[in-house]
């Protein structure tokens, strides 16, 4: 009889090892009549009345223990969590006990020796993946994290995110890339437009280094030093404000190159993600990801990250309104306004519709919400566009037909109209009903659709202040033919820059950069620094790109968000290994935690009158 054990063999013997490595997830029908021995958590527990269940688990699987007979003794003492090192024979279970959704489902070990590892405290919850619907609520989950990973759902979304990880990381070292390390502890550029977390220096008194947004600055100087092709999972930290589908800290897949244009950066982005839905997800993405120009998006969706999953499109019906008798929308055209619409595919009327006329009073109050004044609904029925009351539909008259045909809306659809005197929040309000439509509707061509958002422009206006700012970073080269702009129409310099998003998620940016000092400077310059504060912040920069700066140009793929979306996941939480939670707390080790005032003056010199 083969004896097999998960206790690491003797070097050099060959079929010991090969016999070793079991776990609670490795055995099978082929081991029957072995005697093996195991170490795991001990996981369910059913006691039969002289006979004892246990579900062992690892992160491999469970296996069914049976205690009976003498070691039975032994084993009532065992609990929940337990850790245990058994051993026994492998059995064939009966017909009418073999668990088929279990891959060691039809054996079970017949434990004859049992040795006790650890106890363990009674769980807070439930970690059995048959009673997954009592799962305490995430804040408990956050706090025993530890536990929570020992759940075979956790565990699975953490390998998935290690084969993710892996896939991308072999692509990039088979094409030469260089997996680089760069520094977390920087100086304080603010290069992102997010606030930065600041850490004081003891050695240096009164002065601080700043967690990187993005290795950003320092790609970029690994290309002046040559190293031409860097990659990094890279640990960024940007102080934000709490949103759901973002974390304090979180990973990048970082990449940058030299000597390249954006084609080439996109198509080495796309072969990346191409390979790893094969290796990891076992399909095929169409080659050639869709493009679209920055401008085209915002008016055609109204976001820089539309969902092509459908094909509601914002068209633009000024003219048949302004040709109606529809005086609500004539009058916003007489003040120099607009009038835009979109059609869904709701198959409103059937069955199956997810829209009906109290979800469409709840879209009027979001338009509202939204900062327009309302919003009008249509519906096409026996192949014509009705209105309740019809009152709508006469005063649109004969644009009726035409809008209708301008939408290429067809039976069933509903038709949204909006108006408003600005083109710009008509069309940031209809891109997030579409999205919301979208979601509601929920029809979509395509699991996954990915799009090239192409040619940002190169300076945004802060909504508050009217000041420019770097619609990426300021560090986006701008497009050669529409300097000319620079400073008449800076909002009509384009960058060299993409994003790239998938399902109307962003998931990747990035830019060629400026190489040339003068221009870098020139740009900051664009953004409200002067001389002074620009050889301050990025002096060191400036003084990089004189030293013979390449073409280069990068991008870094969201992991955190990646990982997720590719499990048709939205909460990022799942797929980090220890996140914080909604308000950027560790319910874990309880961080951040207050300092006490004398440490902080006695280390760092920093005095305050907010800590304990
Ligand atoms: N550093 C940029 C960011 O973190 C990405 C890039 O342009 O490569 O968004």
Redo the contacts with the bound molecule.
Sequence with gaps: MLIMSNVKSSIGDKALKKTTEITCGSLGVGDVGKIVSVFGWCRYIRDHGGKLFIDLADRHGTLQLVFEGQILKEAEVLGKEYVVHVSGVIKLRDEETTDKSNPTGTIELFVNKLEIINKSSIPPFELIDEKKKFLANEELRLKYRYLDLRRKEMIERIEFRDKLTKSIRKFLWENEFLELETPTLVKDTY??GSRTFLVPSRTNEGRFYSLP????IY?QLCMISGLERYFQVAR?YRDEDPREDRQPEFT?I???LSFKDEKYIQNLIEELLRRAFKEVLKKKLKKGFKHIMYRDAIKEYGSDKPDLRFDSRIVDITEEAKASEYNMLKRVISSGGFVKAMAFPAEFGSATSKIEKNYLLKLIELAKELGLGGMTWLFVSNGKLCSEPASIINSLGNSAEKIQKKLSAKEGDIVLLFSDVSERLLFAAMGKIRKVMGDRIGKYSEEHIFLWVDEFPMFEKEEVTGKLKPA??P??APKEDTLKYLNSEPEKVVAR?YDLVLNGVEI????I?IHDPEQQRKSLKMMGMDDKSIDETFGFLLEALSYGAPIH????L?FDRLVALLSNSENIRDFILFPKNKKYESPLDGSPTAVNKKRLMEDFGISTDKQV
């Design positions: 290069e992102t947004q993005s290795p950003q790609k960024c990048q970082d990449i940058e990426h970073n560090f986006s820059q990747a940016s990035g830019s950069r140009g990068g991008a870094a969201g």
